[in-house]
Nanobody
Framework: VQLQASGGGLVQAGGSLRLSCLAS????????MGWFRRAPGKVREFVAV????????RYADVVKGRFTISRDNAKNTVYLQMNSLKPEDTAVYYC????????????WGQGTLVTVSS
């Protein structure tokens, strides 16, 4: 399964963006999907994940209450709605999939840059 992320851009603090990640080349419903990010000078970190059916989600504490992950298996797409953005949310955001649990990522998307200005 290949992943193509989109939706990044430049936004002012307090604003919103919605990221999308389109999966192709496989049965998306077989995979849990998630978003991770890498800020400048930092290691990649977990943001949010969603189960195969979409009924279970988990968030990093730093985004809880501001970000919402969802998926549409009919469209082979996972979304990340980001509200109340902060400058510290500036990062390259990557989508990912796993069939075995998040200790083993099956594939990563290419990343989309989100820049939040103060």
């Amino acid at each position: 399964v290949q992943l193509q992320a989109s939706g990044g851009g430049l936004v002012q603090a307090g604003g919103s963006l919605r990221l999308s990640c389109l999966a192709s080349g496989g049965t998306v419903s077989s995979y849990a999907m998630g978003w991770f990010r890498r800020a400048p000078g930092k290691v990649r970190e977990f943001v949010a994940v969603v189960s195969r059916s979409g009924d279970l989600t988990r968030y990093a504490d730093v985004v809880k209450g501001r970000f919402t992950i969802s998926r549409d298996n009919a469209k082979n797409t996972v979304y990340l709605q980001m509200n109340s953005l902060k400058p510290e949310d500036t990062a390259v955001y990557y989508c990912a999939i796993t069939s075995k649990g998040w200790g083993t990522v099956d594939n990563w998307g290419q990343g989309t840059l989100v820049t939040v200005s103060s």
